[in-house]
């Protein structure tokens, strides 16, 4: 059944097609918003345990570091220097677990392929519509009467 049959002008025929469009832009964005939300959650879990991290190494580790290591010294008789290695050591071992944390955190980004493929596929199924070529008018310019 043709358009003329069903009654549809042009114009309805052309704003049909432009809402069908329409609707699966949305449908895309939707998609590819839903599946950044997802791998956001991962990115502030891994940027959570970088930066506690970051401020174990830079601000508390001093203050614990001293304490622990004449713990250590008074308990155990060693050398003072070799209790300061023992607890730089323990910290340093503590970090890298935070840091390989934030890594597997951050693996697990990957790029929106479903939104991708999805996306070349309807770009796939627009680029092979081609408009029906119309023919000339008679007397316009350019074309032979």
């Given at each position: 059944?043709?358009?003329?049959?069903?009654?549809?002008?042009?114009?309805?025929?052309?704003?049909?097609?432009?809402?069908?469009?329409?609707?699966?832009v949305?449908?895309?964005?939707?998609?590819?918003?839903?599946?950044?939300?997802?791998?956001?959650?991962?990115?502030?879990?891994?940027?959570?345990?970088?930066?506690?991290?970051?401020?174990?190494?830079?601000?508390?580790?001093?203050?614990?570091?001293?304490?622990?290591?004449?713990?250590?010294?008074n308990?155990?008789?060693?050398?003072?220097a070799?209790?300061?290695?023992i607890?730089?050591?323990?910290?340093?071992v503590?970090?890298?677990?935070?840091?390989?944390?934030?890594?597997?955190?951050?693996?697990g980004?990957s790029?929106?392929?479903r939104?991708?493929?999805?996306?070349?596929?309807?770009a796939?199924?627009?680029?092979?519509?081609?408009?029906?070529?119309?023919?000339?008018?008679?007397?316009?310019?350019?074309t032979?009467?």
């Amino acid at each position: 059944m043709s358009a003329a049959e069903e009654g549809r002008s042009l114009g309805e025929l052309v704003a049909s097609a432009t809402a069908e469009l329409s609707g699966l832009v949305h449908d895309e964005i939707a998609l590819a918003k839903a599946e950044i939300r997802r791998d956001v959650v991962k990115a502030v879990l891994g940027s959570a345990a970088g930066i506690i991290g970051a401020f174990l190494a830079l601000f508390a580790v001093p203050l614990f570091s001293f304490a622990v290591a004449f713990w250590i010294r008074n308990w155990w008789g060693i050398p003072l220097a070799l209790a300061c290695a023992i607890v730089g050591a323990l910290y340093v071992v503590l970090a890298v677990v935070l840091f390989v944390l934030a890594k597997a955190k951050f693996g697990g980004i990957s790029k929106p392929e479903r939104s991708i493929r999805s996306a070349r596929e309807s770009a796939a199924v627009l680029a092979g519509v081609r408009p029906h070529p119309r023919p000339a008018a008679p007397g316009r310019a350019g074309t032979p009467t």
